[in-house]
């Protein structure tokens, strides 16, 4: 064991905050290639972190009972979250883990599926060929009203709930502009941004134990929500209910919307990649909307949002902490070590990827994800804590893209690359404005 990480050299209390909030991704990849695949950094609000950035580490770490989550995250999502699966730890954890499973099996995901192929077609023909869309925004919208439906019920109100300034306030702190304020100043300071936030968090939390106390009057349907209430069989509380369906609808709505906003985006200035697509659904579906069954031909649609994956992985970083003090690659961790086991370095490192920035969908077609370490992709994470609603995911991003890539080729207002924030969730810096324009 030789010691401590190394790492760059930060400044005064705000350590290397400042190079991180400018360069982004491009840092860690810096830090990783300059310090190797166990580094140090020092962040406002996290102090120093371990950057591991070697798949064989990340796999070490993931089934290992010598790590947990970062204590970081349970601070930051604490009210949002409670103990739902992505905070909850140890036997909680694995309880709930096994009560929720059903509720995400591949018979559960073709029922979903249906209700997503439903929204999807109904977003691809409110589009207005020739306006200008937020297409970000658009996206979180009809994703979330996706998870509402298919958790509490296809015949939900969604409407009458009015949720949408709800939710602005929720995500607020997570803009990139208001990242450095939310990490530097804690919740209990009476900022506005603070105090909308845990206003929106109560509004919320109360319309979700409502809709639960609704499901559970009228009985069992063919919803997610319903799924939990049985599975639960009056063991798991109203207050666990409400943490776990929390923990659905920002775990599962921002980051799908994220994923296809870049993805939207590299079509629009790869044209040739476009094209395949497009050859592709046309071949498939015609000049019909895309049904759940399709999923299974559409092999280019599948590779696009592959490689979208890799490029901009949706979280950018999964925290852990050591519950002891160990060694990692050849390195002292303590316990109050926090950890970045950073997807975005290990998914554009030129060890694993050939032209790594490049947005090449075919190399999921010649070289499979088999031939290389399972740790050199994983945007849903890995381990027993794998991302439950992987397969949810996908098939909702996949419903999305060929119901509007069908019909339209989205246009960006401005082609210049795009600068993604990697915070907990990898966001764009700007809004991404697009248009469309009919194929």
Avoid at 103 to 132: H, S
Avoid at 343 to 362: G, S, T
Avoid at 369 to 374: I, K
Wanted: proline content about 7%.
């Amino acid at each position: 064991m030789v010691g401590e990480p190394p790492g760059p050299t930060g400044l005064p209390v705000v350590g290397n905050t400042l190079s991180l909030a400018r360069e982004q991704g491009e840092y860690l990849e810096a830090v990783a290639d300059r310090y190797g695949p166990v580094a140090s950094i020092s962040m406002v609000g996290i102090g120093d972190a371990t950057v591991v950035s070697d798949p064989d580490l990340v796999e070490e770490v993931l089934f290992s009972d010598d790590y947990t989550k970062a204590s970081v995250g349970r601070e930051v999502l604490s009210e949002l979250l409670g103990d739902g699966l992505v905070l909850s730890e140890g036997d909680l954890w694995e309880r709930q883990r096994q009560r929720i499973q059903p509720a995400f099996t591949n018979e559960r995901i073709e029922r979903y599926a249906e209700t997503m192929a439903d929204r999807a077609a109904a977003f691809a023909d409110r589009l207005d060929p020739g306006r200008t869309y937020d297409i970000g925004e658009e996206l979180r919208k009809v994703t979330l009203r996706i998870l509402f439906e298919t958790i509490f019920g296809s015949d939900i109100d969604y409407e009458g709930l009015e949720l949408g300034s709800t939710f602005d306030h929720i995500t607020a702190p997570g803009n990139p502009r208001n990242q450095p304020i939310a990490y530097a100043v804690p919740k209990w300071v009476p900022l506005p941004m603070w105090r909308r936030y845990l206003d929106a968090v109560e509004t919320l939390e109360s319309t979700v134990y409502d809709l639960i106390e609704k499901r559970r009057e009228e009985g069992p349907g063919d919803d997610l929500i319903s799924t939990l209430l049985t599975a639960s069989d009056g063991v798991m509380s109203d207050e666990q209910l409400r943490d776990e369906v929390m923990t659905m609808l920002f775990a599962g709505h921002e980051t799908t919307a994220t994923a296809l906003t870049f993805t939207f985006h590299l079509l629009g200035t790869h044209p040739d990649v476009d094209a395949r697509l497009a050859a592709e659904l046309d071949d498939v579906l015609g000049d019909r909307a895309p049904t759940p069954a399709d999923r299974a031909d559409l092999e280019v649609t599948e590779r696009v949002l592959q490689e979208a994956l890799r490029l901009y992985p949706p979280v950018p970083a999964l925290g852990r902490e050591p519950t002891t003090e160990t060694e990692l690659g050849g390195y002292r961790l303590t316990p109050d070590t926090s950890m970045l086991l950073s997807q975005w370095v290990i998914h554009h490192d030129d060890d694993h990827y050939d032209d790594p920035e490049a947005f090449r969908p075919e190399r999921w077609h010649r070289r499979p994800v088999d031939d290389r370490h399972r740790f050199a992709y994983f945007p849903f994470g890995g381990g027993p804590r794998r991302c439950i609603g992987e397969s949810f995911a996908m098939a909702e991003a996949t419903l999305l893209l060929a119901a509007v890539a069908n019909r339209y080729r989205l246009k960006p207002v401005d082609s210049s690359p795009l600068t993604p924030s990697v915070s907990i969730v990898t966001q764009t810096t700007r809004d991404v404005e697009m248009v469309p324009r009919r194929r």
